[in-house]
């Protein structure tokens, strides 16, 4: 039987750990929908009514809506590039994995784990400088890059779990090696990719290193780099500033509430299986 006192432990930490992570989220809410008054007499406390002034002038002061878009365009062509050359290249590395080649494949992909963006990061920029590429285009490349590495570490442990005899069959009715990935094998990871899609969609959209060294044009802006140029410019306005973080967290809120439930089954099959 549980001791008493381990199990109060375990709740209280569990408590103060829920409590340090929720209170910069609602001290984000409350500030966003107050007035400047109301936060210098009150930092904690409740506004008195619920207006969105802020959001309107936070929207128009930061470009909201131009970075939205490249936030978007940036984030959903990078996931999908991310899902279609992953899968692909994990299908034939797992099922070819006593040929040499594709085992050195994998281990080629999954070494790119070690080596974080900031240990390439001036090499990279000069060669995309070189090629003209420092727009959304070589955004884009780069993450798909560095998405890959993960992808295929994860797809290839997926596809473990994943019975050869059902492609035999397929291949045997007489169905070609790209109709049956495409329609049998592919539907079957539904849950490993709905959690690389979700984990790529937090990292990307939230990403504020690889956008500020590569976008060379304010332009092609996203909203990270926007809350960067916001906060310097109106840093004495916390309500503003507030106001356009909480519009930058709700999109991402949403799209992890909706698929939450998929990525740590997904993530756990695919270290177990």
């Not at 992570?21 to 009514?49: C, D, H, N, Q, R």
């Not at 959001?55 to 940036?74: D, L």
């Amino acid at each position: 039987m549980e001791h008493p006192l381990k199990k109060f432990s375990l709740y209280a930490f569990i408590i103060a750990g829920a409590l340090f992570i929720l209170f910069p989220l609602y001290l984000t809410v409350v500030t966003a929908f107050k007035t400047p008054s109301e936060s210098a007499e009150s930092l904690l406390g409740l506004p008195s009514s619920i207006q969105f002034t802020n959001f309107i002038q936070a929207a128009e002061m930061s470009n909201y809506f131009s970075a939205f878009y490249n936030s978007f365009f940036i984030t959903v062509l990078s996931v999908i590039i991310i899902i279609l050359l992953g899968s692909i290249a994990s299908f034939s590395i797992a099922r070819n994995q006593h040929k040499r080649f594709y085992r050195v494949m994998y281990y080629f992909f999954v070494s790119g784990l070690f080596v974080p963006f900031q240990v390439m990061m001036l090499p990279l920029v000069q060669q995309l400088s070189a090629l003209g590429m420092l727009n959304k285009w070589g955004l884009i490349m780069l993450y798909a890059t560095y998405g890959l590495f993960q992808c295929v570490f994860l797809y290839v442990a997926y596809f473990r779990s994943i019975p050869r005899e059902i492609e035999d069959a397929a291949l045997i009715d007489g169905c070609g090696v790209f109709r049956m990935f495409w329609y049998i094998i592919f539907p079957m990871l539904k849950p490993m990719t709905v959690t690389l899609i979700v984990l790529n969609i937090i990292w990307i959209w939230n990403d504020f290193l690889m956008p500020l060294v590569i976008l060379s044009s304010a332009d092609d802006w996203t909203l990270p780099l926007m809350q960067y140029v916001f906060e310097s410019q109106y840093a004495a306005n916390y309500n503003l500033a507030f106001a356009s973080y909480l519009m930058v967290l709700t999109p991402v809120i949403i799209v992890y509430l909706f698929l939450q439930r998929h990525i740590i089954g997904g993530v756990s099959d695919g270290a177990v299986k």
